[in-house]
Nanobody
Framework: QVQLVESGGGLVQAGGSLRLSCAAS????????MGWFRQAPGKEREFVAT????????YYADSVKGRFTISRDNAKNTVYLQMNSLKPEDTAVYYC??????????????WGQGTQVTVSS
């Protein structure tokens, strides 16, 4: 079992940057693949990025590739999402997720509560 708590969301102008953090509880964090998903109003939750347990493999949605970077610090039980060149269409609630078994395909078993990111034009 793992609990996930996101932070770092907020309001930013288009072109700006934010860094989201996801702090995980539990002793097995370093064995889990981790991911970020987002859900905009009226839309389905969608994949943003995932990272393997070691950090050696990362995957990104085409819509964020080149702008967002996922990373992790296993010593701090934390995964990050650095978001640069933000666009209004990036506005969504961002969720952290964990998969104990695989980084690809990634099947979320645990979810955080989400953090709001709003990008103004």
């Amino acid at each position: 079992q793992v609990q996930l708590v996101e932070s770092g969301g907020g309001l930013v102008q288009a072109g700006g940057s934010l860094r989201l953090s996801c702090a995980a509880s539990g002793r097995s964090f370093s064995n889990y693949a981790m991911g970020w998903f987002r859900q905009a109003p009226g839309k389905e939750r969608e994949f943003v990025a995932t990272i393997s347990w070691s950090g050696g493999n990362t995957y990104y949605a085409d819509s964020v590739k080149g702008r967002f970077t996922i990373s992790r610090d296993n010593a701090k039980n934390t995964v990050y999402l650095q978001m640069n060149s933000l666009k209004p269409e990036d506005t969504a609630v961002y969720y952290c997720a964990a998969d104990p078994y695989s980084d690809y395909p990634f099947d979320p078993h645990y979810w955080g509560q989400g953090t709001q990111v709003t990008v103004s034009s």
